[in-house]
C-alpha cells in the first residue's frame, strides 16, 4: 500500500504541476522583459476552452493544440495592444482581461453550446497522449512515476530548457534582458522596444494557451467554467520567487504543484474540504511572504555593511 501510495502521489505531483509550469514560464518571459503578467490566467482560460472547440470540431487533437497556443497568443497580443498602443496602465488592463475572460468564456460556451458550465456534453473534445517512456516504464516505482505521463508533462520540461537558452544564450535574449534592465537604455542603442514587448506577450500568451490546452485536453477532456483556478496566479508566483529564471520557476511550480497533490489526497480523508482545497494557496502566501522576508534581510545586512 506505501508503495501504491508513493507512485500515485508522485506521479499526481508532476501531472498537477505541468500547467503550473507553463504559466511560471509565461510569467518568467514577461518579467526578464520588464513586465507583470497577471494575464496568465486569461491566456490558460483561452488556451483551454478554444483547443476543446477545435478539437471537437476538427475531430484532431493535434489541431486543437495549435488553436488553444493561437488563443493564448492572440490573448497576450490584445494586452500589448492595450499597453502599448493604447498606453493604457497595465495593471488595470490586466484586471480587465481577467475579469473579461471569466465571463467571455462562458458566453462563448453558451453560445455555442447552450451549456454554461461545461463542454463536456455538447462537445467531444479529444486528448492529447500518453507517452510511455522506453526503459524508464519498467523500473519500479520510478517507472510509474516518470511514464505514462501526457505529453505536456515532458513538454514542460523541454520548454523550461528551451526557454532559457533562449533567454540566456541568444541575441533576442539578450535584447528581452536588456529591455528589461533599462528600457531607455536599450533603445539608445537600437533595440525596439515595442517590439520586444511585443515579443514577450506573444510567447507568454503561447505558454499559457499550452498550459490551458493541458487543462482542457490533458487533464481533463472538457472545458468546465473557470477551470484554471487561480492557477495562473501560482506560476506568477513562481516566476517571482526566482526572478524569472525558466528552469528554477519550473522547480518552483514542482513545489506549489506538491501542495496541490496533498490537497488532492486530503480530499480522501476526513479532514475539513474547505480546508483542504486552500491548501494550494495557503502554501503559496507562506512562501510569498518567507520570501520578502528573506529579501527584506539580505537588504538590511547590506545597508549595515556599506555603512
Not at 80 to 98: E, H, R, S, Y
Not at 168 to 196: D, L
Not at 272 to 282: E, H, R, S
Not at 287 to 294: A, D, E, N
Amino acid at each position: 500500500m506505501n508503495v501504491r501510495l508513493i507512485t500515485s502521489f508522485g506521479f499526481a505531483v508532476f501531472r498537477l504541476s505541468t500547467p503550473l509550469v507553463f504559466a511560471a514560464l509565461s510569467a518568467a518571459i514577461c518579467e526578464k522583459a520588464g513586465l507583470f503578467n497577471m494575464a496568465a490566467e486569461s491566456m490558460m482560460l483561452w488556451g483551454a476552452l478554444i483547443g476543446v472547440i477545435v478539437s471537437g470540431a476538427t475531430h484532431s487533437a493535434f489541431v486543437g493544440f495549435l488553436a488553444a497556443m493561437a488563443a493564448g497568443a492572440v490573448t497576450g497580443i490584445l494586452i500589448w495592444v492595450a499597453t502599448v498602443k493604447g498606453k493604457a496602465d497595465l495593471m488595470l488592463a490586466q484586471i480587465a482581461i481577467n475579469l473579461a475572460s471569466s465571463g467571455g468564456t462562458i458566453f462563448l460556451l453558451f453560445a455555442l453550446t447552450g451549456e454554461k458550465s461545461n463542454s463536456a456534453v455538447a462537445i467531444k473534445s479529444l486528448a492529447l497522449p500518453k507517452i510511455n517512456i522506453p526503459g524508464i516504464s519498467a523500473i519500479p516505482v520510478i517507472g510509474k512515476i516518470l511514464s505514462g505521463q501526457n505529453i505536456l508533462t515532458y513538454g514542460a520540461v523541454v520548454a523550461a530548457i528551451i526557454m532559457s537558452i533562449f533567454i540566456f544564450r541568444s541575441k533576442t535574449g539578450h535584447h528581452i534582458r536588456a529591455v528589461g534592465e533599462n528600457p531607455h537604455a536599450a533603445e539608445s542603442v537600437g533595440i525596439s522596444v515595442p517590439k520586444v514587448y511585443f515579443l514577450a506577450w506573444t510567447i507568454a500568451g503561447i505558454l499559457g494557451g499550452i498550459g490551458g490546452a493541458f487543462m482542457s485536453m490533458g487533464y481533463l477532456t472538457s472545458f468546465t467554467k473557470d477551470m484554471v483556478a487561480g492557477r495562473g496566479y501560482i506560476g506568477l508566483c513562481a516566476s517571482s520567487m526566482v526572478g524569472g529564471s525558466p528552469i528554477g520557476a519550473m522547480l518552483c511550480a514542482l513545489i506549489f504543484g506538491v501542495a496541490d497533490a496533498v490537497s488532492n489526497q486530503l480530499q480522501l480523508t476526513n479532514a475539513p474540504a474547505d480546508l483542504v482545497l486552500m491548501m494550494p494557496y495557503i502554501v503559496t502566501i507562506v512562501v510569498l511572504v518567507l520570501l520578502s522576508v528573506i529579501k527584506h534581510s539580505r537588504a538590511n545586512r547590506r545597508m549595515k555593511a556599506k555603512s
